[in-house]
């Protein structure tokens, strides 16, 4: 099975590397609940897309890259994208038959699964809080899944087309 040409690995890359800088960008105090998983959706978006060629590796270095520039525990996020990457794997093959709004549910669920264990580590590792609202970022992330899977399958289009 080869790959499309929009899953050429610099561009696989390049989306993961804008996805993070996404992620870290800065947000007034009020808002940060707000951001999206840009990083999270990313990786699911190119598990589901390529999964032979982007997977659990991926998911540790972009973790790994994550920790370094938020200053959290190292290991945090690269085990929280492991995860995700990992448990994409499972649910590719049902992945790719359901539509649309059925695919963003299932980001829904796999997101907040990935928040919840965020949320499980950082109480292991110092005082925090939990509230309902960690789910957020997996809402509207489900919420945007269909837009970013339009966007990128025209992307694929054009460069397959030129």
Not at 94 to 118: D, K, P, W
Request: charge should be positive.
């Amino acid at each position: 099975m080869t790959a499309p040409p929009s899953a050429s690995l610099p561009w696989v890359w390049f989306t993961l590397v804008l996805a993070l800088s996404l992620q870290v960008m800065p947000l007034a105090d009020g808002w940060q609940i707000w951001r999206p998983d840009w990083l999270g959706l990313m990786l699911i978006y190119w598990c589901m897309k390529a999964p032979h060629r982007v997977g659990v590796f991926h998911g540790f270095f972009m973790g790994i890259l994550l920790d370094l520039i938020e200053g959290a525990p190292l290991g945090q996020n690269a085990l929280i994208l492991s995860l995700l990457a990992f448990l994409c794997a499972l649910v590719y093959p049902r992945f790719r038959a359901y539509s649309l709004v059925q695919q963003a549910v299932l980001i829904f669920v796999l997101l907040g699964m990935v928040q919840l264990v965020e949320q499980w580590l950082r109480t292991l590792l110092g005082p925090f809080s939990i509230h309902l609202s960690f789910l957020l970022p997996s809402l509207i992330s489900a919420l945007l899944w269909p837009w970013l899977t339009t966007l990128f399958e025209a992307l694929g289009r054009r460069l397959a087309s030129n």
